[in-house]
């Protein structure tokens, strides 16, 4: 043999080790590969159940349940009421400042007026245990 023959087959037997020494890696690499990749799914799997800040809306599975029906609230238009019966009250007190009660500063005309209605709750009658 050549010389150049002798350093052609040591330089394949090497270039053969180093194959098989990639192949193994490669196997090896495949393997882990797709054990992380089941293991993500797992995990993407268990994450689609709960609440996460960063899912966006269109991703969240389970929704919040809407506390309020959209629309208007109350009864429709020309609805007959059914409101508390008002008596002629016992008392009637009108209450008006003309003045700041704490700075004495003139208030001018007033913006609203408003009307309340105050209904005293007589106490409970004692229990008669016989």
Sequence with gaps: MLPSEKNQD???VGMEHAIEIL???NSRL???NTS???ENEDLKRRLILYENPHTPPSLQKFRPKEDHA???RGAPPGHKGATRVHDTPDEVIHVSTEKCPKCDYSLGSPIRTEKKTI???PPPQKIKVT
């Design 10 to 12: 040591d330089y394949i």
């Design 23 to 25: 192949v193994a890696e």
């Design 30 to 32: 495949v393997e882990l």
């Design 36 to 38: 992380l990749a089941r």
């Design 70 to 72: 959209p629309g208007k």
């Design 119 to 121: 209904f005293d709750i």
